[in-house]
Nanobody, 123 residues
């Protein structure tokens, strides 16, 4: 079992920045690809970003490309999401997830999920 705990969410003004962290349990962190998803109330959970096991490749939703950066520190069992130039439409609960396989872009491709952290962007 893998437990994921997100942190770093909060309230920020449009144009500002925020960095989310996701701490993972266990010493097999490097065996998982990691992803970030987000969900606004009443909406479907959507893919935001993913990073491969060694951190060599990253993937982003079109809506955040150029603004968000996903990274990982396998020595710390932590994945990050640096969010810059935030927009009100980025407001959502952000979830960290771990994937055993290579299906990084869909919710069903992930095996473990964190509890989420709220990000609110004011205009």
């Amino acid at each position: 079992q893998v437990q994921l705990v997100e942190s770093g969410g909060g309230l920020v003004q449009a144009g500002g920045s925020l960095r989310l962290s996701c701490a993972a349990s266990g010493r097999t962190f490097s065996s998982y690809a990691m992803g970030w998803f987000r969900q606004a109330p009443g909406k479907k959970r959507e893919f935001v970003a993913a990073i491969t096991r060694g951190g060599g490749n990253t993937y982003y939703a079109d809506s955040v490309k150029g603004r968000f950066t996903i990274s990982r520190d396998n020595a710390k069992n932590t994945v990050y999401l640096q969010m810059n130039s935030l927009k009100p439409e980025d407001t959502a609960v952000y979830y960290c997830a771990a994937a055993v396989g290579d299906n990084y872009f869909k919710e069903y491709g992930y095996n473990y999920w964190g509890q989420g952290t709220q990000v609110t962007v004011s205009s």
